[in-house]
């Protein structure tokens, strides 16, 4: 069945810290995982996604790796700033389906 | 310049009455959709719209009834609004259908059902 799992549910960090959020998925046949963020009282905002025929992708301080032979990803964060805080959600396409599932979401709180 | 947005952003309702959400994309984009965040986060798609074709229709119950007019607007209306019903709901579209297509969202309408 279709399932992202998503850890950990809340991380706290000092700014300047790195921060890593890991997803696993189900569905061999998904080939998209986006990365969102969602701050207090918005929608989520696409942040970094990557597609199943590359391993790593980055932009700046954020970046995903994705291994699919263990259905894995994961969201790096360098350099930590307080305003990286927010709500993070994984997501992965469910082969077949026109559609995304969701992780179930990572609180990260940076402090300064 | 908002790209994807919805009216009202915040509604409050009684049990019983029924209530519709606007959404309204101009990115030129032919694929629509609803999703329900519940309380504790939980992002779940209900429906989805693709050049005002209904596309995916989750077990949502069918006192929650989309439209589509036309490729830049999707409405939600829901009849019969159940305590349960309190939730953000966020609309999203896509350039095309398809779970590998970037989605954007809105900023979403929060719902409290009293």
């Known amino acids: 069945g279709e399932n992202v799992e998503q850890h950990p549910s809340t991380l706290s960090v000092q700014e300047g810290d790195s921060a890593v959020i890991k997803c696993t998925y189900s569905?061999?046949?998904?080939?998209?995982f986006p990365w969102y963020k969602q701050e207090l009282g918005k929608g989520p905002q696409l942040i970094i996604d990557?597609?199943?025929?590359?391993g790593e992708k980055k932009d700046q301080r954020i970046a995903v790796t994705l291994n699919k032979t263990a259905k894995h990803f994961s969201l790096h964060i360098t350099e930590t700033q307080p305003e990286d805080s927010a709500v993070y959600f994984c997501?992965?396409?469910?082969?077949?389906?026109?559609?995304?599932?969701f992780g179930t979401g990572t609180r990260l709180l940076v402090s300064p | 310049d908002t790209a994807v947005s919805q009216t009202p952003k915040y509604l409050v309702t009684q049990m019983g009455n029924d209530k519709s959400i606007k959404c309204e994309q101009n990115?030129?984009?032919?694929?629509m959709y609803w999703y329900k965040q519940d309380s504790k986060k939980f992002l779940k798609i209900m429906f989805s719209?693709?050049?005002?074709?209904?596309?995916i229709n989750e077990t949502v119950p069918n006192r929650f009834s989309p439209k589509s007019p036309d490729k830049a607007h999707l409405n939600l209306h829901i009849n019969s609004l159940e305590l349960g019903d309190s939730a953000v709901y966020f609309c999203?579209?896509?350039?095309?259908?398809?779970?590998?297509?970037?989605?954007?969202f809105g900023p979403g309408t929060r719902l409290l059902v009293l």
């Open positions: 999203a579209s896509s350039q095309r259908a398809g779970g590998w297509e970037t989605q954007y």
């Open positions: 990115l030129g984009h032919d694929t």
């Open positions: 569905d061999s046949a998904s080939n998209y």
């Open positions: 719209y693709n050049n005002k074709e209904l596309i």
């Open positions: 990557i597609r199943s025929n590359v």
């Open positions: 997501a992965a396409s469910l082969g077949g389906f026109q559609k995304l599932v």
